[in-house]
Each structure stands twice: as structure tokens, then as C-alpha cells.
């Protein structure tokens, strides 16, 4: 189609590589691939990370990989930004020089 879309993502590796290497890989091409992309851009990234971490853990059950990974990725479609995160990875915008506030972090003493 001809809208315009951008995508960036970055994940933190716990215990190893091989889970934030698989996302970085997987992530955007299931997103791409979504049905939802065009119509539902929030949805395809959210059943997009859904898929991409099952698909990862049957690598590892497979191959015995014991790593994980937090991530936070961002969908820029038109003028519309679309953010999507997993575990304690943070997304900040700044605009005009001042910060603002698009999530709030995972923290242990938050309910």
C-alpha cells in the first residue's frame, strides 16, 4: 500500500544472547506478516510479541537455550506512533525538548 511505516525495536538480553538475537531477527517480520498490520497496527504488534516468544520458547525447549529477553519496539504508521514493550525496557519521547511520558515501567514495588 502506500502508507509510509517505520519500524525500530531494541531488546536487553538476560542470561544470555540468544533470546534478544531471535527477536531482533523474528519480531518485525511477524509484524509485517500480521493480518492486522494495516487495519489494527496496535494489535499486530501485540499478538506479534505474543508469537514471536512462542516461537522462541519452542527453540529453546528444543536446543536447551536458557536465555530471555525484555524489548520495546516502535511502529511509526502515517503520523501515528504505536509503542509496544515486554518486561522492564522503557520508551521515552522527547518533543521540543521536553520529556514525554508514553508508559509507565515495570517496577517490582508497583501493584
Partial sequence: DD????????????????AANYSATHLHINV?????????PA??????FQKTDEMFL???????????????SALIVGNKLHIAWLGDSQVMLV??????TLMEPHK????
Avoid at 502508507?3 to 540468544?18: C, E, K, L, N, Q
Avoid at 509485517?32 to 489494527?40: F, P
Fill in 95 to 100: 518533543q521540543q525538548g521536553k520529556a514525554v
Fill in 32 to 40: 509485517g506478516l500480521h493480518e492486522e498490520i494495516v487495519k489494527n
Fill in 108 to 111: 517490582p514495588e508497583r501493584e
Fill in 58 to 72: 519452542f527453540k529453546a525447549k528444543r536446543e536447551k537455550l536458557r536465555s530471555g529477553t525484555t524489548g520495546v
Fill in 3 to 18: 502508507v509510509d511505516r517505520a519500524y525500530f525495536a531494541v531488546f536487553d538480553g538476560h542470561g544470555g544472547v540468544d
Fill in 43 to 48: 494489535e499486530a504488534l501485540k499478538c506479534s
